[in-house]
């Protein structure tokens, strides 16, 4: 039960002025409330569509600039529940269940000229994870 005030005999309460009267009352009231919830949520629902039907994949750095969160931040909670990983004197690597969810990638980069140049992947977000990471740290504490 809902706590709302149904009467036990219908035909009785919709003779009664009084009784209609609170029960549209309580369901005008209700429906504002839906109406100003959707109204407020429709920007950050339009906003989660571009950004999961966007095109290409975004290094760490812009990730969180997209996010409006710190880059380290963004490093420590992918790290923390298992999106990232690192050895030692290497780069951020994705796990490969990520990967195959669509949230992660890696390309190749190449540093440097000459015989200094150094080629090792970076991982990218992909905007289905972009899309799916501002989902998951709206709901953490700030």
Known sequence: RT?????????????????????????????LQL?????????????MDRLSGAKGALCLRDAAKALQVRQTDLIQWLQRHGWIHKREGTSWKAYHQRIEQGVLTHRVVTRGTGGDERIYDQVLVTPKGVARLAELLAKEPA
């Open 3 to 31: 706590g709302r005030y149904v009467p036990a005999d219908t035909m009785a309460a919709l003779s009664d002025p009084a009784t209609l009267r609170a029960l549209l009352l309580d369901f005008s009231s209700r429906t």
């Open 35 to 47: 109406e100003a919830t959707v109204a407020a949520q429709q920007p950050k629902v339009e906003a």
